[in-house]
């Protein structure tokens, strides 16, 4: 599992569209104290992010096996 974070530094709206170096088996936003939340739209190597200005987002990644 691994956790990273991510900012919308601009004050704008926006997707977004994170790429990571392994493939996922699932990917969930969780809160502050990184309990579980909403589930986030992947594909096999790929996040897809809907931003509000200034939004700070922690996300909990799970490589496949």
């Known amino acids: 599992m691994i956790d990273t974070r ?3 530094a601009f004050g ?4 977004v569209r994170l ?3 392994f493939p996922l088996a699932s990917a969930r936003r969780v809160d502050l104290l ?3 939340r909403e ?3 992947h594909d096999e190597r790929s ?3 809907d931003l509000r200005p200034f939004e700070l987002v922690t996300l909990k990644l799970v490589p496949r096996r």
Not at 12 to 15: I, Q, S, W
């Open 6 to 8: 991510l900012t919308e």
């Open 12 to 15: 704008t709206r926006g997707r």
């Open 19 to 21: 790429e990571v170096a």
């Open 34 to 36: 990184e309990r579980d």
């Open 39 to 41: 589930p986030v739209e």
């Open 47 to 49: 996040i897809v992010l």
